[in-house]
């Protein structure tokens, strides 16, 4: 089996990136939107919870370059375009069906389910695209 070539730089600058949108989303764009939304009256970050989501970023972006590669090498398709498709596809095959969930068993809004849909889709849409130009 030939191994995959992955840019470990890229994969983290955009694990990174992911992580800095979230910041910027949920607590300098929207923390009073997502406080109501989620039914929290502060956000609490703790030294894990910040460990856990830049390991969460990390894996996401690690998966979502291969996705970039195997694209590119199936599909013939490539740079910033191939990003922004399997950014797109990844967040439209994974995330909003299973974020689905929070908006009808957990009895959140569908507004709830918009806002955190929406970082998603961004996040996937510029770590695509770092990605594909890396790669």
Request: hydrophobic letters at 65%.
């Amino acid at each position: 089996m030939n191994a995959v070539p992955v840019n470990y730089i890229a994969v983290v600058v955009a694990a990174l990136a992911e992580y800095v949108i979230g910041i910027l989303w949920y607590a300098l764009i929207f923390p009073k939107t997502w406080q109501k939304l989620a039914g929290v009256s502060e956000m609490k970050v703790t030294a894990l919870s910040v460990i856990l989501s830049l390991v969460g970023a990390f894996l996401m972006s690690w998966i979502l370059d291969h996705a970039i590669i195997f694209a590119g090498a199936y599909m013939k398709v490539s740079g910033i375009g191939a990003g922004l498709e399997a950014g797109v596809f990844n967040w439209l095959g994974f995330i909003a069906p299973a974020t689905i969930a929070v908006f009808i068993y957990e009895k959140k809004s569908f507004g709830f389910w918009v806002l955190n849909n929406a970082y998603w889709l961004i996040s996937l849409l510029v770590m695509g695209i770092i990605l594909s130009l890396w790669t």
